[in-house]
């Protein structure tokens, strides 16, 4: 017999496993045994690559979720609600299979805040969703806590705004020209880099508070308008025109207006002193000059 034990590594189920999920598989395969939940065969390969192990099934179709019952104690759930209604239906469905005692970071958005007319945003403030998305993502929230209670679980929350990368810059919107608001009618936005999310992700795992909501979110303080001009000037585009809102409203989607109507700061002060987060990318007018320099 050997003289040393042999332990298990956990198990870790990603669900949602996209950009960040394959960013976070680095971060977690050596302390887990990571599962990664996929609604599409073709990309069993390119998870077994990154070290997870693929699971069909589809959050639509809770018939395909069967296997995730019991499966893993851990769980980091990334797949955003359905485009429709009020209620999250995907995560009730994993809520239904997910084990009782486990631990699951659920990566929810800043939008539930709706908006805050600029104001600086504690993890404290009660929700106010403006829109049918948001209102999705509430539902999510309040069905795992719910579970959380049930089943004696630990869950973390962590709210997101947008997510940017290298791959993940609005260069096509700056080059169609799209326009942003005058600097009297712009919105505050927060930023988060995809490898810094992963980070957080990952140790939200550990050194999350039960129960717990956290914002994901960097040290940045741009005005929407602001963001876009950063990024039009690193990569030499050209800045997109002002326009007051009553204007621009002709002009853009639906999705992109309601992004325009809200407004907030979100406070980070939670992430850096409980979970120890240490950003890679604190600035993110910093870093878009860097990926631009990359190119």
């Known amino acids: 017999?050997?003289?040393?034990?042999?332990?298990?590594?956990?198990?870790?189920?990603?669900?949602?496993?996209?950009?960040?999920?394959?960013?976070?598989?680095?971060?977690?395969?050596?302390?887990?045994?990571v599962f990664a939940l996929t609604s599409n065969p073709a990309r069993c390969a390119e998870l077994r690559r990154a070290g997870a192990v693929p699971i069909v099934g589809d959050l639509d179709r809770p018939e395909t979720l069967k296997r995730l019952r019991g499966l893993?104690?851990?769980v980091v759930h990334m797949a955003p609600?359905?485009?429709?209604?009020?209620?999250?239906?995907?995560?009730?469905?994993?809520?239904?299979?997910?084990?009782?005692?486990?631990?699951?970071?659920?990566?929810?958005?800043s939008g539930v805040y709706g908006d805050c007319a600029g104001a600086l945003v504690t993890e404290t403030r009660p929700v106010a969703p403006r829109n049918a998305r948001a209102q999705r993502r509430v539902d999510?929230?309040?069905?795992?806590?719910?579970?959380?209670?049930?089943?004696?679980?630990?869950?973390?929350i962590l709210r997101v705004p947008g997510i940017y990368a290298a791959d993940r810059?609005?260069?096509?919107?700056?080059?169609q020209g799209t326009p942003a608001l005058l600097p009297a009618d712009d919105v505050f936005t927060n930023h988060i880099h995809a490898d810094d999310l992963a980070q957080v992700a990952a140790l939200a795992l550990f050194r999350a508070r039960p129960g717990r909501v956290y914002h994901a979110v960097d040290d940045s303080r741009l005005k929407m308008g602001d963001y876009f001009d950063t990024v039009a000037d690193a990569f030499c585009l050209p800045r997109p025109p002002r326009l007051p809102r009553a204007e621009l409203q002709a002009q853009v989607s639906p999705m992109l207006l309601s992004f325009m109507?809200?407004?907030?700061?979100?406070?980070?002060?939670?992430?850096?002193?409980?979970?120890?987060?240490r950003l890679r990318h604190?600035?993110?007018?910093?870093?878009?000059?860097?990926?631009?320099?990359a190119q």
């Open 81 to 109: 609600p359905q485009s429709e209604g009020v209620l999250d239906r995907r995560t009730r469905r994993l809520a239904a299979v997910l084990p009782a005692g486990g631990r699951v970071v659920y990566v929810s958005t």
């Open 72 to 74: 893993a104690q851990y």
């Open 140 to 156: 999510g929230e309040r069905v795992l806590r719910d579970w959380a209670r049930r089943s004696g679980a630990d869950l973390a």
């Open 261 to 277: 109507s809200e407004s907030r700061r979100l406070d980070n002060r939670r992430l850096r002193q409980e979970l120890g987060v």
């Open 1 to 33: 017999m050997s003289k040393h034990r042999q332990f298990k590594r956990p198990h870790l189920l990603v669900v949602g496993c996209g950009d960040v999920g394959m960013r976070l598989l680095p971060l977690v395969r050596q302390r887990f045994r």
């Open 282 to 293: 604190p600035d993110v007018a910093e870093a878009v000059a860097a990926m631009a320099l």
């Open 169 to 175: 810059l609005p260069l096509k919107r700056l080059q």
